[in-house]
C-alpha cells in the first residue's frame, strides 16, 4: 500500500509526514531506514527539503506473519480500504502465543488477506478475551493501526457490550468507578484496589430475569478484564465466568448451560480515520437470553 501527497509548500519531509500525512513518529522512524519514504521516487531522509510540487510517496509493505495462514469462515462486519472488522466467537484467541500457533483470529485473517490479494497485516486495534465474543476492528496497516491507537486513547473508540450477569443492579442504570490492579504473581488476573489504575463502566439495564440481568456495558477506560471485575465488585458478576464469578452465580451458570462468561461486544462506534465520518459497526452476535 502507499500513500502520496503533492507538496503544496516547502519544508521538511518529516513536516509533511506528520502533518498532511499523519504518520506517527514511531512509524516514520521505522520507515526511514526500509528506504520507504520516496520524494519525487527517490529515497530520502526524513530531513530532506521538500520543495512545493514534489511528490511524497510512503510505501506501507507489511511483513510476512511468522504464524501460518489458516483458512476459515470470517463473519466480516465492515470492511474498507483501511479497516476490516469481523466477528470473534467465544473460545477464539486473537494473536498466536507461544503455546499456540493455528486456529486464532490472526490465522484466519492472514489467510483472508492472502485469498483476495491484500497485502495487509494482522494489526488489531481491539482486543477482546479468548471468551469474549464479538467485533474486533482490525487496521490494515500499521500507518492507519496508528490512527486508531490516537482515537483510542482520545476516547473517540466508543465500545458497546452486553452482559448477562447473577442477580443485577438495584438501579437500572449508573456508573461503577473501581481502580483496578494486577492481582500479585502469578496470577495473571486483576483486582479492584485503592493503588490501581483509575477505571470507569456506564452500565444500563436491558431486561431482568429471575436471579439474572442483561446489562449493556459502556467502558470509559481500558483497563485488562475491566468489565468483568467490575460486575463482580459491583456484586453482580458476568454469568459464565469461571475467574471472576462467585458461588451463586456459578451455580446459576451451570444450571443455564453457561460454561464461560456471557460478554460479547456488540457495537463500536468511531470516527473513520481517514475519512472522519462516523461508522458504527454491529456484531452479529449476541447474548442468549434465558427462557426463564
Same mark, same amino acid.
Given at each position: 500500500?502507499?500513500?502520496?501527497?503533492?507538496?503544496?509548500?516547502?519544508?521538511?519531509?518529516?513536516?509533511?509526514?506528520?502533518?498532511?500525512?499523519?504518520?506517527? #513518529?514511531?512509524?516514520?522512524?521505522?520507515?526511514?531506514?526500509?528506504?520507504?519514504?520516496?520524494?519525487?521516487?527517490?529515497?530520502?531522509?526524513?530531513?530532506?527539503?521538500?520543495?512545493?510540487?514534489?511528490?511524497?510517496?510512503?510505501?506501507?509493505?507489511?511483513?510476512?506473519?511468522?504464524?501460518?495462514?489458516?483458512?476459515?469462515?470470517?463473519?466480516?462486519?465492515? &470492511?474498507?480500504?483501511?479497516?476490516?472488522?469481523?466477528?470473534?466467537?467465544?473460545?477464539?484467541?486473537?494473536?498466536?502465543?507461544?503455546?499456540?500457533? #493455528?486456529? #486464532?483470529?490472526?490465522?484466519?485473517?492472514?489467510?483472508?488477506?492472502?485469498?483476495?490479494?491484500?497485502?495487509?497485516?494482522?494489526?488489531?486495534?481491539?482486543?477482546?478475551?479468548?471468551?469474549?465474543?464479538?467485533?474486533?476492528?482490525?487496521?490494515?496497516?500499521?500507518?492507519?493501526?496508528?490512527?486508531?491507537?490516537?482515537?483510542?486513547?482520545?476516547?473517540?473508540?466508543?465500545?458497546?457490550?452486553?452482559?448477562?450477569?447473577?442477580?443485577?443492579?438495584? &438501579?437500572?442504570?449508573?456508573?461503577?468507578?473501581?481502580?483496578?490492579?494486577?492481582?500479585?504473581?502469578?496470577?495473571?488476573?486483576?483486582?479492584?484496589? &485503592?493503588?490501581?489504575?483509575?477505571?470507569?463502566?456506564?452500565?444500563?439495564?436491558?431486561?431482568?430475569?429471575?436471579?439474572?440481568?442483561?446489562?449493556?456495558?459502556?467502558?470509559?477506560?481500558?483497563?485488562?478484564?475491566?468489565?468483568?471485575?467490575?460486575?463482580?465488585?459491583?456484586?453482580?458478576?458476568?454469568?459464565?465466568?469461571?475467574?471472576?464469578?462467585? &458461588?451463586?452465580?456459578?451455580?446459576?451458570?451451570?444450571?443455564?448451560?453457561?460454561?464461560?462468561?456471557?460478554?460479547?461486544?456488540?457495537?463500536?462506534?468511531?470516527?473513520?480515520?481517514?475519512t472522519k465520518q462516523e461508522i458504527t459497526v #454491529?456484531?452479529?452476535?449476541?447474548?442468549?437470553?434465558?427462557?426463564?
Amino acid at each position: 500500500m502507499e500513500l502520496t501527497h503533492t507538496a503544496s509548500r516547502p519544508g521538511k519531509l518529516s513536516s509533511f509526514l506528520k502533518s498532511e500525512l499523519g504518520l506517527s #513518529t514511531g512509524l516514520m522512524n521505522r520507515l526511514k531506514y526500509q528506504n520507504a519514504l520516496l520524494v519525487n521516487g527517490n529515497p530520502e531522509r526524513t530531513n530532506f527539503p521538500v520543495s512545493p510540487g514534489d511528490k511524497i510517496t510512503v510505501i506501507l509493505d507489511e511483513p510476512t506473519p511468522i504464524y501460518p495462514p489458516e483458512p476459515m469462515t470470517l463473519s466480516i462486519r465492515y &470492511e474498507d480500504a483501511h479497516l476490516l472488522a469481523v466477528d470473534k466467537p467465544s473460545g477464539m484467541l486473537i494473536h498466536p502465543s507461544r503455546h499456540k500457533n #493455528t486456529g #486464532t483470529l490472526a490465522n484466519g485473517v492472514t489467510a483472508y488477506y492472502q485469498e483476495t490479494c491484500q497485502p495487509c497485516a494482522f494489526h488489531p486495534a481491539t482486543r477482546l478475551d479468548r471468551d469474549t465474543f464479538g467485533i474486533v476492528l482490525l487496521a490494515k496497516n500499521s500507518h492507519i493501526h496508528a490512527a486508531l491507537n490516537k482515537l483510542h486513547s482520545e476516547g473517540a473508540l466508543r465500545k458497546t457490550y452486553h452482559a448477562l450477569v447473577w442477580n443485577g443492579p438495584e &438501579e437500572n442504570s449508573g456508573v461503577i468507578e473501581a481502580p483496578i490492579r494486577r492481582k500479585p504473581l502469578p496470577s495473571l488476573l486483576r483486582e479492584v484496589a &485503592e493503588d490501581g489504575q483509575s477505571a470507569k463502566t456506564e452500565f444500563q439495564v436491558l431486561h431482568r430475569g429471575n436471579g439474572w440481568s442483561l446489562l449493556e456495558l459502556h467502558p470509559l477506560t481500558g483497563r485488562t478484564h475491566q468489565l468483568r471485575v467490575h460486575c463482580a465488585w459491583a456484586g453482580f458478576p458476568i454469568l459464565g465466568d469461571p475467574q471472576y464469578g462467585t &458461588e451463586a452465580s456459578l451455580a446459576l451458570s451451570e444450571k443455564l448451560g453457561f460454561a464461560t462468561q456471557q460478554l460479547g461486544a456488540v457495537h463500536l462506534t468511531l470516527p473513520h480515520p481517514m475519512t472522519k465520518q462516523e461508522i458504527t459497526v #454491529t456484531s452479529g452476535l449476541d447474548v442468549p437470553l434465558p427462557a426463564f
